[in-house]
């Protein structure tokens, strides 16, 4: 997904059939349950703590998030957006957290080191080189050829899993997992669905400038048409939506054009790109806290996404989940993607490294400030 592509679009799939069922480590999804690839209770537990009320935090977003791009190939690699589900605490920046998880970079070449080792010894003890032309069998290790024809179909196998269809593996290992330590039922949960990507449609986002500008244009040949006299309620109120609408500002529309153009998208995907923002003012993401790099954009969670969490919520996450007032939360993540300060003696997640990165918010307060009150009202 990740490196040197264009913007990748996260949309709605089918709804999990039970908000806490597993799904696996390169899934995409919205709400439900993180999948881990280790197990949950070696995870540091502050790290899931809400930095505003100390609540657990639950899972918003979890994005396979590989990497592809000049020195960086890590395929092993996730994003997870994690929020507080507290009564008024979901709208400040401490509630919200972002965890880039991924293999260690040593692990990873020392597997695929010892997968392309070339055996000393030759696999099979025969006494002739052709001896398939030989009448005898009786210098043939039959065992020794069993052995050896067993161990390459096994290794052959597993360069086939590794270099293809990783998520068959972690299905497994995460049944596994879930069989021993059972369903968590602790954590809390927001509705539960899948997400598929695509890119976005020029023919889209054409058509949605074509629109906006249109309806501008409709709208400010009625307010000229209007007089005192002849404007009624209805005009009153079609000039009043149309001077709103010229008060936004060019951040806001052309972050309104991009949603117009895909309604459905729940998350943008640019990994060391732009993000696409809802107002001009945007925070510090500061510097990695494992190598001390730069942090770079990789990707967004879009306001759309709040509806559909809306549509699957029972009444009790229907009064917490609209009290998120956000437009968007925008991911930086090291721009390395990093695994320093790795310790592997001390580690407790098995060669997998957590590391936090930064969640800037743009809230939707703040855009009526910047505009109009009840802009959006």
Known sequence: MGGGGGVLLGMPGPWADDNREPSDFYTSKIGGLP??????????????????????????????????????????????????????????????????????????????????????TPPVSVSKTNWLDDDSDEDIDLEALSKALSEAGTLASHSKKKDGNRRSESVVKNSTLVARTGVDMETPVVPCFYMYTQEPSSKDIVSSICSTYSELSVK??????????????????????????????RTYLKFKKQLDANPDQCFRHLYGGK??????????????????????????????????????????????IENWNWMTLLIYTCSKSCSNSFDREKSTTSGWIVAEEAVLVQFEKALHESILPGYFS
């Open 35 to 120: 999948d881990w690839p280790f197990p949950a209770e070696n995870l540091a537990p502050n790290l899931l703590i809400c930095g505003a009320c100390g609540s657990k935090l639950c899972l918003v977003a979890q994005v396979y998030a590989p990497i592809s791009s000049g020195t960086l190939n890590i395929e092993d690699r996730t994003i997870l957006v994690f929020g507080c589900i507290m009564p008024n605490c979901g709208n400040t920046p401490l509630s919200w957290r972002a965890l880039r998880v991924q293999k260690v970079d040593s692990e990873r070449e020392s597997s695929v080191s010892t997968e392309e080792v070339v055996p000393s």
């Open 220 to 249: 400010e040949e009625q307010n000229c048409d209007y007089n005192d006299d002849e404007m009624g309620d209805a005009g009153e109120q079609e000039v009043y939506e149309y001077d709103k609408a010229l008060s936004a500002d």
């Open 275 to 320: 993000p696409l923002l809802a107002t001009a003012e945007l925070g510090d993401p500061g510097n990695c806290k494992l190598c001390g790099g730069f942090r770079h954009f990789e990707m967004q969670l879009m306001p759309q996404l709040i509806s559909f969490l809306l549509d699957g919520a029972d009444d009790c996450q229907k009064n917490v």
